[in-house]
């Protein structure tokens, strides 16, 4: 009778775990969909890809024609504040170790593993992206605190997986 218990007990465990397990990858899941769309730079609302514009080579989006017609009369005003970085994840660390901005820039992150599965966190800016090999990511958002943000790998990767840090620097 015990054994009976134990068993049933043992496997409603695995099962709540499971569904633990799941409903943390579906929130990862909808994160990535949401840090995919892009920001406008005009307003900072996410961006649509209906409402594009091409400026000396490079295609912008924006949230509404109003933006489009907001970044015509001054395009280097916005585009001053976009930055661009590559971060390389790897078995155990980042690629560049610092990410520097001045507060209110749009960040933008072109994330890609060098090997293993990793994740991309940055706590206090709600991102967290998972990144593959030979597979960039855009992660995109206003850097509107400033401080020094670790940024750490979610994805068990392998014995260093805890030693895996950048920092993310938004000066004001
Ligand atoms: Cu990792």
Not at 108 to 120: C, E, N, Q, T, W
Request: glycine letters at 6%; one cysteine or more; charged letters at 25%.
């Amino acid at each position: 009778m015990r054994l009976i218990f134990n068993i049933i007990l043992i496997w409603a465990l695995g099962l709540t775990l499971t569904y633990a397990n799941e409903g943390h990858h579906m929130m990862r899941e909808a994160s990535k969909v949401q840090q995919n769309l892009g920001i406008c730079p005009v307003i900072h609302e996410p961006a649509s890809k209906e409402y594009s514009y091409t400026y000396e080579g490079k295609t912008y989006y924006f949230c509404c024609p109003m933006c489009i017609e907001e970044f015509k009369k001054e395009p280097q005003k916005y585009i001053t504040k976009i930055k661009e970085f590559n971060l390389e994840a790897y078995q155990f660390g980042f690629s560049p170790e610092v990410i520097e901005v001045k507060k209110g820039d749009i960040a933008k992150i072109l994330a890609i593993s060098r090997d293993v599965p990793h994740g991309v966190y940055i706590e206090e800016y709600n991102i967290n992206v998972p990144v593959k090999k030979d597979q960039t990511q855009r992660i995109e958002f206003v850097a509107d605190k400033n401080g020094e943000f670790d940024i750490l790998c979610s994805i068990y990767c392998g014995k260093g997986h805890n030693t895996m840090k950048a920092m993310l620097v938004v000066k004001e």
